[in-house]
């Protein structure tokens, strides 16, 4: 970074503050993970300088010969790690791909179906604030409200009766496995488009620790941070019939040049994906959220589904009157510990202050930590909860996680 000192001494700085807070915290939003250095050297690289609309061969701008090559091998490698029949790598993030199939096969006003936010749905999944919510008909579907678990049977006799054109599988904080399969005979039940959103879990499922939606599946989005430990964006894939709609959607119908130098380090990332090293990781996050998991019922926290089996945890606080989720995370963050606020299922507050945390372990498991740290992190975790308000104990939690992380140092100076 030594150009960027000498040219920006101001923005230089609060990166050498924001490189000192991961350092130095326990982070543990489970959508957030640690890029590679091969990835995030690709993402400042001088593949920022080239406009490439189009796609390989079909370039609206000249000079993109190496460009395309960047681009053909990012998409080899996500078909080969996915097992996908075709593939667009030009989606700059999560929202805009499900943007994309939603203009793919739905015109405004027509109906659809996803996962309820309160029970572990996007924001692209149906909210009314959103895109999907405002020019689409939204039909949510839940959970089970004594197990919290999705009931398969409610679903298909929802579908039954709305007769959406496009049903979402997929969650941001749904704990437990999703049945993709199922999911899909019931969108051809009801001659409907199957969405299947991976963007939490796509490295569980190139790792082989989460079912698949392949090769059944309509079509499936994902982003590329997250579990999958790549660049902020994401994917589209699908069944080759359905592959002119996806690209004419993605371009020229929502974006014009695509960031190459992101595309270049999803290639690097999905190069990282293929290998042993990054199976045994994916297996290690989820016996690593188990752990915690059972650390945090140990303690009397209330966990959504009573456990996980993924990477993610929702912490349930109204068991405990410990109160909104809000102030919980900030407790926990006083303490070193990075969460989120989150709604938990048929959440009686409102999105804003909803009544839950969320959690998760890949970051911590990219820094090397396994079962012995969650123990000792569940521990910390619940004694904060418990104590919200008492300062000393959130100081002395703060300097013991300060000697755990220097144990796992994440990056070298920048």
């Known amino acids: 970074m030594n150009f960027l000192q000498k040219e920006d001494s101001e923005i230089y700085n609060s990166m050498k503050k924001e490189l000192a807070r991961q350092q130095t915290t326990l982070q543990m939003i489970p959508s957030e993970n640690y890029a590679s250095s091969a990835v995030l050297e690709a993402c400042g690289s001088i593949l920022n300088n080239k406009y490439s609309e189009g796609y390989p061969k079909k370039r609206y701008y000249q000079g993109n010969e190496f460009i395309d090559e960047v681009e053909i091998t990012a998409l080899e490698r996500a078909k080969k790690l996915f097992g996908a029949e075709h593939v667009n790598v030009q989606p700059l993030s999560g929202s805009p791909a499900n943007q994309a199939v939603f203009f793919s096969f739905l015109s405004p006003g027509d109906k659809f179906m996803g996962l309820d ?205 410990i109160g909104l989720g809000k102030p919980a995370a900030m407790a926990l963050e006083e303490a070193g510990i990075c969460t989120n606020c989150n709604t938990v299922p048929y959440d009686p507050s409102p999105p804003f202050k909803p009544s839950g945390v969320r959690i998760g372990t890949p970051a911590l498991t990219t820094r090397g930590m396994k079962e012995t740290e969650m123990k000792q992190i569940g521990e910390w975790i619940a004694k904060v909860l418990k104590n919200m308000n008492d300062t000393s104990v959130k100081q002395k939690i703060r300097e013991e996680i300060r000697q755990l992380c220097a144990q796992f140092p994440i990056y070298k100076e920048i």
């Open 117 to 321: 936010l309160s029970c572990g749905g996007h924001l692209t999944h149906g909210n009314p604030y959103n895109f999907s919510g405002k020019l689409f008909k939204a039909v949510s579907y839940g959970v089970n409200k004594d197990t919290e678990l999705l009931d398969y049977n409610e679903i298909r006799i929802l579908a039954l009766k709305e007769k959406p054109k496009l049903i979402i599988s997929g969650f941001t904080a749904y704990p437990r496995l999703v049945d993709f399969k199922k999911f899909q005979e019931i969108a051809e039940e009801v001659g409907a488009i199957h969405l299947a959103d991976i963007s939490h879990i796509a490295g569980l499922v190139v790792a082989g620790v989460h079912y698949s939606p392949f090769p059944f599946t309509d079509i499936v989005t994902t982003t590329t941070h997250k579990t999958l430990r790549g660049p902020r964006s994401a994917i589209i894939m699908c069944k080759e019939k359905y592959a002119k709609e996806i690209d004419r959607a993605v371009f020229p119908g929502l974006q014009g040049g695509p960031h190459e130098h992101i595309i270049a380090a999803k290639a690097v990332c999905f190069k990282e994906a293929l290998t042993s090293d990054f199976k045994v990781y994916a297996q290690q996050i989820v016996k690593n959220a188990k752990a915690l998991a059972e650390t945090l019922m140990e303690s009397d926290i209330k966990l959504v589904t009573n456990g996980t089996d993924n990477h993610l945890i929702l912490i349930d606080l109204r068991p405990q009157g």
